[in-house]
């Protein structure tokens, strides 16, 4: 590979061809264009929900198959267009596109990632500001009930975040066992099981009939608003 790579190459990519299929393709990219980086991929975030619902077909903004799917990747910056200097070769970044091999993206739309970060837990950190955003508007406090509906990434996150934000106790609620199990591990103090107890009873047993002071929610589906409230 040059030492600035900005010539026109093809690079692997995946891709929903169809409803519940994915497949690796090759695309084209360009000659690099100005204010572009080129970056390597090192590795991708998978978001197990916007991205299935994006292979499902049910995503609120529907588009024509084929799909590009994608999220969060890091990667290492090995070629840069005219006029793009912020980042020298060799900087990994992280950056929000499709999961491709090498993508040329504005310099602008990439972060810098600190050295002894390592890349897969620095792909994590777009998903983690979103539980962050969650539990800072819950006005969670030293000593706050917290029960966190949900224990997928988001979910477990902020129940993790919960935690450490002095809650206790943090309910975790999720139907899979091993996300419940999860959560534990992460900090939460409880897990239930919706489909095998009465969540809002159980809750109300754990807080002394007094009920959580914040509820979270991680679900995506309205399922789970009578409960909370």
């Not at 040059?2 to 519940?20: H, Q, V, W």
């Not at 739309?109 to 792909?123: N, W």
């Not at 990434?153 to 902020?158: K, L, N, P, R, T």
């Not at 969540?199 to 929610?217: C, L, N, P, Y």
Request: glycine letters at 10%; charged letters at 20%.
């Amino acid at each position: 590979m040059p030492e600035n790579f900005t010539a026109p190459c093809a690079t692997p990519c995946l891709m929903a061809t169809a409803l519940n299929t994915v497949e690796i393709r090759q695309r084209k990219l360009e000659e690099l264009a100005p204010g572009q980086v080129r970056v390597k991929t090192e590795c991708s975030m998978v978001s197990t929900g916007t991205e299935l619902h994006t292979i499902q077909g049910t995503h609120t903004q529907e588009r024509p198959f084929p799909r590009m799917t994608g999220y969060i990747a890091v990667g290492e910056v090995v070629g840069r267009g005219e006029g793009a200097a912020k980042y020298e070769l060799g900087r990994r970044v992280l950056f929000g596109l499709a999961h491709y091999g090498m993508i040329d993206c504005p310099e602008g739309k990439c972060r810098p990632v600190p050295d002894g970060l390592s890349s897969t837990d620095a792909a994590c950190t777009p998903l983690l500001c979103i539980s962050l955003r969650g539990v800072r508007a819950a006005r969670v406090r030293l000593g706050d009930s917290v029960a966190v509906f949900g224990q997928g990434v988001i979910g477990a996150f902020a129940a993790h975040l919960a935690k450490r934000s002095g809650a206790y106790p943090v309910i975790a609620v999720d139907p899979v066992s091993a996300r419940r199990q999860v959560a534990l591990k992460m900090g939460a103090d409880i897990a239930l099981d919706p489909a095998a107890e009465d969540v809002g009873e159980r809750i109300k047993q754990i807080t002394d009939g007094v009920g959580v002071s914040a509820s979270i929610e991680a679900t995506a589906t309205t399922k789970v608003e009578g409960r909370i409230l």
